[in-house]
């Protein structure tokens, strides 16, 4: 088992712990704000091409993405009022600490593109899906506000496909080239303050 795994597994079990009181509170208003699940999952394409659920919080009313469009933006009228407080702290992703304690995910490593995506752009992801995906990665912090950005144009799904995606695709082939515990560590930081500045 190596250094990286251990650390996941030690501080997804330490955050699954600590983050216990707003798992309670977000289902609460989750369930108050609108109908349905308080789970949303989605097959994603993880470590050598082997597909997951992920797990996120729902933010969007229950039904919605089913066919519709796969990208969401800002002012996106599917995303409920508790859902978009969720997704603008990030809280949303939190339950995705349980996919990195099952070895699914890491807590740094390039985000899980649904299979659509990951087809499009296979031989990339041919290397990126040698490590595990991850919670964030310097595309995730370089696209923190990814949904402003598409809200800005016309066809987002086709900005995000064409524009958006092979820039953080880049980013994503950068850190699996140069990844150590180190820089984990320091994007983990910056994931952090990232999300605090969003806080004040």
Known sequence: MTLKRLFDIFFSSVGIILCFPFFIIAAVLIKFDSSGPV??????IGKNFIPFRIYKFRTMKHGAGQ?????TITGDNRITRIGRLLRKYKIDELPQLFNVLKGEMSFVGPRPEIR???TLFKAAYV?????RP????PASICYSNEEVLLSHS????????KT???EKIKLSLHYVDNHNLITDMQLIIRTIVKTSLRIE
Do not use: A, M
């Not at 789970?39 to 994603?44: A, N, S, V």
């Not at 066919?67 to 990208?71: L, V």
């Open 154 to 161: 016309d066809n987002w799904e086709d900005n995000y496909r």
């Open 127 to 131: 290397k990126l899906l040698s490590i």
């Open 134 to 137: 991850g919670i964030t990665d």
């Open 67 to 71: 066919n519709d469009p796969k990208i």
């Open 39 to 44: 789970l949303f999952t989605q097959e994603r």
């Open 116 to 118: 659509e995506y990951v």
């Open 164 to 166: 958006v995606l092979p």
